[in-house]
């Protein structure tokens, strides 16, 4: 048994069996090795937390487009907001505020879950973020490492016969144009049939609603499409739960899970479910000041699942 998990095992121990909503460590007493004290991110979020006001013919998909957000985290920063009929005056929460996912800092790294893709230039200029549709329950987009082997403006589709299969309406090839399903950008990875596209259904981003390829609003594929070259590196990783250090804050950013996601899109609230670790992962991230985190507000995070950073700590952490 590594240290490591000594380690884990011995905070397992003295939490024993109270569950999150009664946790205490005054008097817990939990040591970790050297190899344990791992550094955890510093100020890695990007952007900031920002509101509208609901004129009278909007709806949520406007406002998610006008906004560079996608569908379901709108939805899910905003419970209890009609979609289709907000209404004129009603205050919509724009969650643009991101906390990084775990992953390289190069290239692109996307996140299935909260259904984004960061982009790190290799100029050192700002990160840039843009909401994607992923792939649906029988269709999930992939995760791993691979690479952009390619880059065509005004692609044709081919379409694969397992789609033809379920959609036998579809044509076996959809020429550049206004309605093929690709848009007008792609960019294909070194997986075979996985692109990063454009689509000619916009309301489909920030959903699960592909063939497992990844959506993005014809304005972002356009812009994201002259930024990147072929051979950029490209990460996917799926991650309902972030954690970094932003200006002496220990913050945290909770979504959905993919079922939970789907929940929320049919406006059902969603089914409670736990995230393994979460204690753990919180209280060795905030190392000495482990004793100002609030785990009321911890619980509270994890039930919302609204995907807006919030800070467990009940005030600023030791200098």
């Not at 004129?88 to 929460?93: A, N, R, Y």
Request: hydrophobic fraction near 35%.
């Amino acid at each position: 048994m590594t240290e490591k998990t000594q380690s884990r095992r011995r905070f397992c121990i003295g939490l024993g069996t109270s569950t999150i909503s009664a946790l205490s460590f005054s008097n817990t007493s939990v040591s970790f090795s050297n190899t344990e004290q791992e550094s955890y991110p510093k100020n890695e979020m990007i952007g900031s937390m920002s509101h509208t006001i609901a004129k009278q013919k909007d709806t949520l998909l406007d406002i998610a487009r006008q906004n560079g957000l996608g569908y379901v985290e709108l939805l899910a920063a905003n419970p209890g907001i009609d979609p289709w009929i907000p209404g004129e005056g009603t205050k919509i929460i724009l969650p643009k505020a991101h906390i990084l996912p775990s992953g390289p800092r190069s290239g692109l790294l996307l996140n299935i879950i909260d259904q984004r893709l960061y982009y790190f230039p290799d100029s050192g200029e700002n990160i840039i973020s843009y909401p994607i549709g992923t792939g649906q329950d029988a269709w999930d987009t992939p995760q791993g490492t691979t690479t952009i082997v390619r880059k065509v403006k005004k692609p044709t589709w081919y379409v694969p016969k397992s789609i033809r299969e379920e959609q036998p309406e579809l044509p076996a090839v959809f020429r550049p144009g206004p309605d093929n399903p690709l848009g007008a950008h792609a960019l294909y990875l070194g997986w075979p049939a996985y692109l990063i596209h454009g689509t000619n259904i916009p309301w489909g981003v920030g959903r699960r609603v592909s063939h497992g390829c990844i959506r993005m609003y014809p304005e972002s594929i356009e812009e994201l499409f002259t930024r990147v070259e072929i051979g950029t590196s490209v990460s996917i990783v799926s991650q309902e739960f972030k954690i970094a250090w932003v200006n002496r804050h220990l913050m945290v950013e909770v979504h959905p899970n993919l079922s939970q996601n789907i929940e929320i899109e049919k406006g059902i609230s969603p089914t409670p479910a736990t995230i393994p670790e979460i204690s753990y992962l919180v209280f060795k991230a905030a190392g000495s000041n482990a004793k100002l985190i609030n785990w009321t507000t911890l619980k509270k995070a994890v039930k919302a699942r609204s995907g807006i950073p919030t800070s467990v700590l009940n005030s600023q952490r030791e200098k």
